[in-house]
């Protein structure tokens, strides 16, 4: 037998001609810190050092090791952290932090190399971007990345340890971190899937034998529902579990089945036509998927067209006359538009995945999931279990941005093979299942005409949108217009068109990107014909005092006042300027729970929320710390465990706004205890008193519960749901009755000036500079507040110009199911990036903080294109902006 060295020992090899070098990595070896994502070599994740070299460990094969030396993430700093390592807390150069170790290994062999040859030189964002081109981040820490890098090549983190502003950074720079991907039980075993190969049918007949006749196998179960229909390509049918993910794949192919195929129907086009296969008749529509955040109101349905939802309109008719009679008259003040937009995958680096386990008629289930507790309550339901025999575990969370927040197959299948094979049993996705049936944010055709009055108003809009949601239901595009630029009427109508297609699924900041994309052109182009600078105009026709603000800080950038009007450029390569504004909703869970407890003069915050990036731990640490005059890291967080206090999902931007004001409260409770039970008060002058009265205290708990804010005193803050009218008021109170959601006064906000250079011949579009205002109150965790802000600025990028999934349009099969194929942005693709923060407009919340996640994604997309005109005179209909599809529009002006 060969054998290889790693981090320093002796590893032997298997004989296994087919092994690679990640599956003993992270099998045989158990060092989980290398990643397995794409397994095609292109994000980098799994990258470990041979003799030195970097290599992508997901496509060598293990016996290429023979005889070298491999170094994975354990190995690098093991005894002192690198520079890189140090560099890399110190910047937040990570989020969820499943790319960090291949980012890390790749780094550190570049920082050394670098060293070598040029000592302490700054190298440059291009050759650090050459350097880590074969990694990419889906949170888009790029921004921190690039100085981290520069920062560790040029010396000044030598000798240095660092005190991170992210509590678990040093996990996560050195692999430490654990995943549920990284569970491994004894005796566990792997379980697969088995998805339908057709769009439309029924399972006729279902044989599990087979597959339960092979060695090494353990269970086989049927996951069909009740009428055994399938609806889309990859529609789970069964799934089997064994001994290895090999033996089960095997089983899988074994597992024989009849079908009844069924007319199917593929895309937005084809299902809104009247002959078109209907893909859920009347007496199944509620197993349609749901791609918004919270329960949906009643909706018409037309054959596979659900709608319109239009009960945010305001004076509908009235609109509709005003808008012909201003195309009778042709108006140029008119703005009419069909705008399209095409479907983004979350693309989440650490797949669905679920360890499930019986210990007698107790379940514990380890769940990459934004709702540890809601979930634990769903599985509770489900299996008609108390809930206290149900424990929902999520330590770590590489990534989720909406598509994690549901009770999914890979939970379902997990926990039905655990009980059959009465053994512990991990369901993990690979990138094809990943990037075809977990969701998606749903393409979408967006018409829409806006009117502003003779006196410079805004008198009319119209919005009509077509989401192509796939087998699901439930968007919100068109509706979310009412709530920003107010006018004299308001017509708003959202259809969803249902499909063979797997379903939509909730994604950062659902509606709103496609939404901005369609009303912010147009708003750019009723600045353009009446001639008015388009931030005047918002700041005319949006009287949120939060944007108000945004929009004055945006209007004295120096690139906003050096602004040349459009097309003025010539030549080959043009640069443009533009602007969007974007707006979510203050969004918080009550009920949610902190404990604040001191135990062994030790701080110790609880709750059952998770982290998938977004940084709670650090928020809740960096709160106790605060109110203690500690530090962060003095602060135990505990979190991902169903078994804590009830706290909030990950989701709409909830998790800040929900555990901070019961943080405060139980602290308050807290000290009140400590200081009733102390029997010597702190040493006069001391400049650390809670710090001495904690050392002396017995151990004491206290609990906060999520109050209701107060009454907001600042002049024009109220919540937007109110200027929706009576309709606005129902809504908030379905939200908060059926999803658990409150909907606050106050609205987060964002304004985005974008600077754009556009290759007019070959129809690339590079973005350089990206000044993002966000106005979301006070800013809990500064640094990873920049780091949210500056990655949800890479997903708008990649939104606006890269991501698109396709499909073949017969058979319904997702062919951009590798990430070789779907295009997510890399390093080089960083902008340079600049956030303002404006604090104010949420006094009301105790701790004036809400979320950042969704609002700082939305107005990147229309800002993009705004620049894009204003480099070209060419208007963008459609995302992403492909260059074919900008030569086109280049070629389409020039000969007009």
């Known amino acids: 037998m060969s054998t290889m060295t790693i981090n320093g020992r002796a590893a032997p090899l298997p004989n296994d001609l087919d092994a690679l070098l990640i599956d003993v990595v992270r099998g045989e070896l158990n060092l989980t810190g290398t990643k397995l994502v794409c397994g095609a070599g292109v994000c980098g994740a799994c990258t470990v050092l041979v003799d030195g070299a970097p290599v992508v460990s997901c496509l060598m094969p293990a016996g290429a090791a023979a005889g070298k030396s491999v170094t994975t993430i354990e190995g690098i700093g093991a005894a002192a952290l690198h520079p890189v390592q140090q560099a890399f807390m110190a910047h937040d150069a990570l989020q969820c932090g499943f790319c960090t170790p291949g980012f890390v290994v790749e780094a550190a ?224 003040l008119l703005v009419e538009a069909t705008f399209r937009t095409g479907t983004q995958q979350h693309a989440c680096l650490e797949p669905h995945a679920a360890v499930a386990r019986f210990d007698g008629d107790s379940l514990t289930v380890h769940v990459s999931t934004q709702a540890v507790f809601h979930l634990k309550e769903l599985i509770a339901k489900r299996y008609k279990l108390p809930h206290g025999k149900v424990r929902v575990v999520a330590d770590h969370v590489g990534g989720g941005f909406g598509s994690k927040a549901s009770f999914g197959t890979e939970t379902v299948a997990a926990i039905e093979l655990a009980r059959a094979a009465k053994a512990p049993v991990g369901v993990a996705f690979d990138r094809h299942e990943e990037l075809s049936v977990t969701g998606y944010r749903p393409a979408a055709e967006m018409k829409i005409a806006l009117l502003p009055s003779s006196a410079g108003d805004l008198k009319a809009l119209s919005f009509t949108a077509y989401a192509d949601t796939g087998a699901a239901t439930n968007s919100t595009l068109a509706g979310l217009a009412r709530l920003i630029y107010p006018a004299e009427g308001k017509e708003l109508a959202d259809f969803d068109v249902i499909s063979n297609l797997p379903p939509g699924a909730p994604f950062r900041g659902p509606g709103g990107p496609p939404m901005a994309f369609a009303l912010e052109q147009a708003v750019d182009e009723a600045a353009i014909r009446m001639k008015l600078d388009p931030i005047a105009l918002r700041k005319r026709w949006d009287p949120n005092p939060n944007r108000q603000r945004l929009y004055d800080w945006a209007s004295g950038l120096d690139i906003w006042r050096k602004r040349k009007n459009a097309a003025s450029e010539s030549g080959r390569y043009r640069r443009g300027i533009g602007v969007a504004t974007g707006y979510w909703l203050y969004i918080w869970q009550p009920g949610s729970k902190i404990e604040v407890a001191v135990k062994g003069g030790r701080l110790i915050a609880s709750t059952s929320t998770q982290d998938i990036g977004q940084g709670s731990r650090t928020v809740i640490a960096n709160t106790v710390a605060h109110e203690f005059g500690v530090e962060p890291h003095e602060v135990e967080v505990r979190i991902g465990d169903s078994d804590l206090p009830e706290g909030p999902g990950a989701g709409g931007s909830r998790t800040t706004a929900s555990v901070i004001p019961p943080t405060l409260l139980a602290v308050q409770k807290l000290k009140a205890a400590i200081q009733q039970g102390s029997k010597r008060q702190p040493v006069p002058g001391s400049n650390a008193p809670w710090r001495e009265l904690l050392a002396a205290s017995p151990d004491l708990s206290a609990s906060g519960v999520r109050p209701e804010d107060s009454k ?169 902006i492909r260059p074919d599809r900008l030569i086109a529009a280049l070629k389409g002006r020039a000969a007009a």
């Open 109 to 332: 062999a570049f920082c050394d190399r670098w060293r070598a040859a040029k000592g302490n030189a700054v190298p440059s964002r291009e050759e650090i971007a050459a350097a880590l081109s074969g990694h990419l981040c889906r949170c888009g820490a790029y921004d921190g990345i690039y100085n981290a890098v520069a920062a560790a090549c040029s010396g000044q983190f030598d000798g240095r340890d660092v005190v991170p502003p992210r509590v678990e950074a040093r996990d996560k720079v050195t692999g430490a971190a654990k995943y549920t991907v990284d569970i491994r039980h004894d005796g566990q075993l792997e379980g697969v899937v088995l998805r339908s190969p057709i769009a439309h049918g029924r399972i006729a007949a279902l044989d599990l034998a087979p597959a339960l006749a092979l060695p090494g196998v353990a269970a086989a179960v049927s996951l069909l529902g009740d009428d055994r229909m399938v609806r889309y390509i990859g529609y789970p049918i069964a799934a089997v579990a064994a001994k290895d993910r090999k033996t089960a794949l095997t089983a899988i192919a074994a597992i024989k089945f009849s079908s009844e195929p069924l007319p199917a129907v593929i895309g937005l086009d084809a299902a809104r036509k009247q002959d078109a296969p209907v893909v859920f008749d009347k007496s199944s529509r509620k197993k349609a998927g749901n791609v918004s955040e919270g329960a949906g109101g009643p909706a018409a349905w037309k054959g596979n067209v659900r709608g319109p939802s239009a009960a945010f309109s305001l004076k509908p008719k009235k609109v509709r006359s005003w808008v012909e009679s201003a195309r009778a008259a042709h108006d140029p």
């Open 712 to 880: 907001p005193t600042a002049p024009g803050v109220r919540s937007p749901l109110r200027d929706a009218g009576f309709i606005g008021i129902i809504f908030g109170w379905m939200m908060r009755r059926f999803s658990n959601l409150a909907i606050g006064a106050g609205v987060p906000s964002s304004v985005q000036v974008v600077e754009v250079e556009v290759d007019t011949w070959l129809g690339h579009v590079r973005v350089l500079s990206v000044h993002t205002g966000i106005a979301v109150g006070k800013i809990a965790a500064p640094a990873l507040a920049r780091s949210q802000a500056a990655g949800s600025v890479i997903q708008g990028v990649g939104y606006a110009l890269y991501e698109a999934r396709e499909t073949d349009p017969r058979s319904g099969e997702v062919l951009s199911a590798g990430m070789e194929d779907y295009r997510i942005p890399g390093i080089a693709d960083t902008p340079v990036i600049d956030v303002h923060f404006d604090e104010g407009g949420f006094g009301h919340v105790l701790g004036g903080s809400v979320g950042i996640g969704e609002v700082a994604t939305v107005p990147t997309s229309p800002a993009i294109a705004n620049a894009i005109m204003n480099a070209t005179g060419v208007r963008p209909m459609e995302i992403p």
